[in-house]
């Protein structure tokens, strides 16, 4: 099987570029870009990249417009109907200098609502640096901005183990909303939305690992791809902004999906069912995750994971432990 070269996955992303960054009229976010990267990750060839986007395109969006660059992406902030006019400006951006240049002008401006639409816009602009994507980093930026809104953060030191515990004493919030987005909007307008700053990023991602090990929760699944994809931000914003933003968002999805206890030895089987995007984000955070951690809880979910028979057969454990 002939790994597709960066170009060929690049051509492939591309394609997602003219579709709106969530379905509609359901508002669930567009995996496809993702999916495609964590395919060539993984060790999937260009026919896999080509089935899945050939699958997968039917259910988006069509972005049937032809939008001007706004003159200051700034104006579009919040604003979910800015994005074709936010996705101009940052192709033209990046264009004029690099996507580099870019992200770290507007990133820190807008990292402490990373948890905004479940985490996926700031999942999207980290594989987008990742896979060295202009393209979709111009898509993901956008998105980012056009949900924007204001999230509170602090500097101030927490425990975050212990800060996790003492929500699971409390007990679960009684949410007028369903839903994580709504949720989370929620918890900000109502002013229970969850500050601190953990030691670092190793602690974040042990913890988010827990917290799907020991639920399952969909969106529990969430909070691991998000630490995997916060620690590539890391190479392109400082420590300072990005820890404070993903500790209040772990802590906010925690509460969201019902402040769970989470535990290091019980650990849930893996899912009966799960969308192949899903599945294929996963495994490769897993992947990712364990080559810069070293946590052999890791390997243990892409076992579990192919033992269910969720992991596609081109996917094989020599390539996952390489």
Known sequence: METPTMET???????????????????????????????????????????????????????????????DWRSGIGNADAYPSLRAYFVQAIAQTTREVVVKDVLPHLIESLASHAFHPLIRLGYAIDFRSDDETAVALAYLVSVHRPVPTTADPLNLRAALAAQTRSG??????SGFTPRLIELIDTGNYPVGCAQNLTLCAAAALDAYRSTRDFFALHMVTATHTAGILGGVLEERLLLPALTGALLAAHTIVGRPPLSTGNVAPAPASLDEAHVLKYAWSCHCEYRRYGDPRYLDEIRRFRQSGLLPDWCTTDQLNG
Not at 30 to 49: N, Q, R, T
Not at 172 to 177: N, R, T, V
């Open 9 to 71: 996955l690049n051509k492939q992303v591309e394609h997602g570029a003219s579709y709106w960054p969530t379905k509609q009229p359901s508002g669930f976010s567009d995996h496809l870009p993702m999916a495609l990267c964590a395919i060539a990750g993984l060790g999937g060839s260009e026919a896999e990249l080509t089935r899945f986007r050939t699958s997968y395109t039917p259910t988006l969006s069509p972005l049937d417009i032809l939008p001007t660059p706004m003159d």
């Open 172 to 177: 679960p919030i009684d949410f007028a909303a």
